[in-house]
C-alpha cells in the first residue's frame, strides 16, 4: 500500500505557542489530504479535507483561523494549531488520497500535547 | 443518526475464542466502500479490508472473515481463534463520494477488543 509520514511522532508544547504538523505521501501523489484528530478513546473525526493548490474545507465547529492547513504540493500538507491550548491536546492523524480515489492512505499519527 | 454504527463499545473474550464485531452502516449512495482498520495502542491504524458495495462476496484472511450484506447494511468481522496481540479497537469505516470528486470516510466509534491469554 501507499506509505504517508508524519512528522513529529509526538510533540509538547507550552499553552500560547503555535505548533507544525507535516504530512508527506512517499510513494505516490496526493491529490486530497485530509486531517483528523482523534481525543482518547474516541474515534477519528474529520477537520478539514484539502486539495493541492486549493484553500482547505474544514468541518462544521472547527476554527479555520486556528488550525492552519497548507497543502501546496502533491506530498506535502502540514497543520499549524496556533496560539495552542490544553484542550487542543490530542492525536492528529493526516491521511492522503489521489485523483478521485475512494482509499485513503493513513499516516501514523502525531501525538500533540499542550502544557 | 449515524452513518457507522459499532454497536459494541467493549469487548473481552479468553485466547482462543471466536468474536464478531459488529458494523451496520447507512448510505443513500449505491457505490460505497467499507473499511475495517485496526489501532493497537501505538496509535496507527493499520489496514485490514476494504470492499465496495458490488462485491457481497465474504472473505476470509486467516484468522480473518468479513460478511457483507446489503440487505442489512451490515460489514461484520470474525475473528476466530483470537490471540492476545489481536487486543486493539477496531473501527468500521464507510466511503462516499462527496463534493462530486472526493471520497470522505466515516468512521464508527470502534470497538475495544480485549483478549485475555
Known amino acids: 500500500g501507499a506509505v504517508v509520514s508524519q512528522h513529529p511522532s509526538w510533540v509538547i508544547c507550552k499553552s500560547g505557542t503555535s505548533v507544525k504538523i507535516e504530512c508527506r505521501s512517499l510513494?505516490?501523489?496526493?491529490?486530497?489530504m485530509f486531517w483528523y484528530r482523534q481525543f482518547p478513546k474516541q474515534s477519528l473525526m474529520l477537520m478539514a479535507t484539502s486539495n493541492e493548490g486549493s484553500k482547505a474545507t474544514y468541518e462544521q465547529g472547527v476554527e479555520k483561523d486556528k488550525f492552519l492547513i497548507n497543502h501546496a504540493s502533491l506530498t506535502l500538507s502540514t497543520l499549524t494549531v496556533t496560539s495552542a491550548h490544553p484542550e487542543d491536546s490530542s492525536f492528529y492523524i493526516c491521511?492522503?488520497?489521489?485523483?478521485?480515489?475512494?482509499?485513503?492512505?493513513f499516516g501514523p499519527g502525531t501525538r500533540l500535547t499542550v502544557t | 443518526a449515524q452513518k457507522v454504527t459499532q454497536a459494541q463499545t467493549e469487548i473481552s473474550v479468553v485466547e482462543k475464542e471466536d468474536v464478531t464485531l459488529d458494523c451496520v452502516y447507512e448510505t443513500r449512495d449505491t457505490t460505497y466502500y467499507l473499511f475495517w482498520y485496526k489501532q493497537p495502542p501505538s496509535g496507527e491504524l493499520v489496514f485490514l479490508i476494504r470492499?465496495?458495495?458490488?462485491?457481497?462476496q465474504n472473505e476470509i484472511s486467516g484468522r480473518y472473515s468479513w460478511n457483507f450484506q446489503k440487505s442489512t447494511s451490515s460489514f461484520n468481522f470474525t475473528i476466530t481463534a483470537s490471540q492476545v496481540v489481536d487486543s486493539a479497537v477496531y473501527f468500521c469505516a464507510l466511503s462516499e463520494l462527496w463534493g462530486g470528486s472526493n471520497y470522505k470516510l466515516t468512521f464508527g466509534k470502534g470497538t475495544l477488543l480485549t483478549v485475555n491469554p
Open positions: 510513494d505516490f501523489q496526493a491529490t486530497t
Open positions: 470492499r465496495n458495495s458490488f462485491d457481497e
Open positions: 491521511s492522503g488520497a489521489g485523483t478521485e480515489d475512494y482509499e485513503q492512505y
